[in-house]
């Protein structure tokens, strides 16, 4: 049940995150979701879709891991393990969503996008 806490917590931070972009980027109808490796824009999504999308992925696939951990004996050796993934799984999603929070606002600022 603790795991489902981890699933909580990264899930408020990562839905905080994306309501303050929303306010950030509110004069934006579309958002970049992707770029080439140049830097140019490779396609768009409208505004609440590219927000939202990394943290339902994330707490999606955090909230699996979650189920699975319950419900699934790890192998011999591998107990002490699942901490450390559930933490590291969340760390690592805000940090994908901060990156790109940041990519966006560094592309919205550009001239001539």
């Known amino acids: ?3 489902l806490g981890v699933v909580v917590l990264v899930g408020v931070t990562m839905i905080a995150l ?4 929303n306010r950030r ?3 934006e109808s579309r958002l970049p979701m992707q770029w080439w490796l140049d830097g140019k824009v490779s396609w768009t999504a409208p505004r609440l879709v590219a927000l939202a999308f990394i943290p339902v992925l994330a707490t999606g696939m955090l909230g699996i891991v979650a189920v699975l951990s319950q419900t699934l004996p790890p ?3 591998q107990e ?3 901490w450390p993934v559930m933490l590291g799984s969340g760390a690592l999603s805000v940090a994908i969503q901060l990156l ?3 990519l966006i606002a560094r592309t919205v600022r ?3 996008r």
């Open 1 to 3: 049940m603790a795991y």
């Open 18 to 21: 994306a309501i303050l972009a």
């Open 100 to 102: 790109h929070l940041g």
């Open 25 to 27: 980027f509110r004069h």
């Open 75 to 77: 192998r011999a050796g």
């Open 110 to 112: 550009r001239p001539g």
């Open 80 to 82: 002490a393990l699942v």
